[in-house]
């Protein structure tokens, strides 16, 4: 004996309800893989280390130390040499980037005299800094720790010499640069005090 047709009827529309709804789920389950594949985990203590930063640089301090992959397991230590690197990168690419500006002014002739000495004086001086948070690099690896603090000041002193020497004649481009440089350096700084404090974190 043939089922009635309601009931027939009434079975597929259950079993195309149901289809429907784990289609949705797997489709759910998805997104939820691939959403947390492309945001995974921040590590409690890069958050830790950056809530002891000023609190306009935190944002800045987890987005720059998350993206580096050696801090997923870092501990303190290894966290202050690699907010060192990136200071230092940065560093690098603003002396690349003023060199290339001098190069360029110098072959044009067409740049404000005084604009062309903020330029080449800050190409040094991010030269020197650069140099100095590679110093620091192998001091805080040493634990030589108040080491690393005379360079990190050292550097700093740097970018403020750039940014006074300049003046009102800095480009919006340089200003840009050693707002982010100071960042940077705060940071590095911040994570070296607590290197150096009797309980750390």
Known sequence: MNPPSFLV???KTLMASYSILAFLITLLISLLISAAAAHPAIPSLIHKAC??????LQKL??????AEPPSANADLRLLSIISVRIAANNASQTAAYLSAQQTDAAASGAIDPMLYQCVADCTDLYVDVAEQLDVTTAAIDDE????AMIWLNAAMADVISCEKGCGAVATAEIRRR?????KLLNITISF???LMAPKGL
């Open 178 to 182: 050693n707002d982010g440089a100071k």
């Open 9 to 11: 009827r009434h079975l």
């Open 192 to 194: 070296t005090k607590l």
């Open 61 to 66: 301090c987890i987005s720059s130390l998350s």
């Open 144 to 147: 030589a720790d108040k080491d």
């Open 51 to 56: 809530s002891q930063t000023a609190s306009n």
